[in-house]
């Protein structure tokens, strides 16, 4: 019996460590499960305050998208802004030029009227000396007579001598005249031809900005001579027609002398002819011009 109990003791010894073990083992399991559900509980914490951080978050995401949709408002106002600034730039500069330009013609209006102005001054102090010479002309040869009042009347030859000395006078006055007009048209001649020169000189500025297809063949260069074309035989024509108007009037009795005599009847019909095809070519601009 005491064999048996001791080979059951040392079967419970090993029974129980065993046991021990296992329970060593479990204990292990159970602080790992600890472990385990603590961190659990820490993750789940986490995952509340992470929510509560991805609301707050979305709400600023939110209120973000509001000022940014207020800013894109606010960036669309402002193009909107600079684009009708931009324009009013333009507009003003375009009459800033003008105010310019009429500056200019002014001025140049101006100094071709001083010159003009200082040129008949001019001729008017010549005039003024010339009526002073010829009154003292006269005062002298009215002194002259009336000193030759007792004498006998004077030959041919004084007679003329003293009309040439009347009539010098007055021609020496027209020429100053014909001077002054001359000056005067050739003063208007050089404001004509500045003003060509400036017009050519802003046409050949304003084609230097224009993109190149504006100058190819049979593009708006082209169109834009065309009607100037137009313009050109138009006024041409007009000034035609006045004039033979004005030297070829109208027949209105037709009888055997206008015709057989004289060249009216003849001067007539070529005025109506010229008329009617100077006519068309006025029909033509303006239906044109209707086009445009």
């Known amino acids: 019996d005491l064999e048996q109990y001791k080979s059951e003791i040392a ?8 046991l021990s073990a296992r329970v060593e083992e479990l204990e292990a399991q159970v602080a790992d ?72 013609e002014a001025v140049r209006e101006r100094e071709a009227a001083q010159e003009t102005i200082m040129d008949r001054d001019s001729t008017i102090v010549k005039f003024r000396e010339l009526v002073q010479k010829m009154t003292e002309q006269y005062n002298e040869m009215r002194v002259q007579l009336e000193s030759k009042q007792g004498s006998p009347a ?77 313009q050109r035989l138009n006024t041409k024509a007009e000034i035609i027609l006045g004039q033979i108007r004005e030297k070829f009037p109208a027949v209105n009795v037709w009888d055997k002398e206008s015709i057989m005599k004289t060249h009216t009847a003849v001067q007539y019909s070529f005025r109506c002819q010229l008329e009617y095809q100077l006519q068309m070519i006025q029909v033509c601009y303006y239906h044109n011009r209707t086009c445009f």
């Open 154 to 230: 004077p030959s041919e030859q004084e007679v003329s001598s003293e009309t040439g000395a009347r009539s010098s006078p007055p021609a020496e006055l027209g020429s100053l005249v014909q001077q002054s007009r001359a000056s005067t048209r050739s003063i208007d001649l050089q404001l004509r031809a500045l003003d060509l020169a400036q017009a050519r000189a802003r046409a050949d500025m304003l084609a230097a900005c224009l993109p190149d297809h504006f100058m190819s063949s049979n593009g708006d260069h082209d169109a834009i001579m065309f009607i100037l074309l137009l």
């Open 33 to 104: 499960l600890r472990e385990q559900v603590d961190a659990a509980l820490g993750a789940e914490e986490m995952v509340e305050q992470l929510a509560e951080k991805k609301m707050g978050l979305e709400d600023q995401v939110e209120l973000l998208k509001q000022d940014v949709q207020e800013l894109e408002a606010l960036q669309e106002v402002h193009e909107q802004l600079v684009e009708s600034n931009r324009e009013l730039e333009m507009d003003l500069r375009e009459e800033l030029e003008m105010a310019h330009a009429a500056t200019r």
């Open 11 to 18: 079967e419970l010894s090993r029974t129980k460590e065993k």
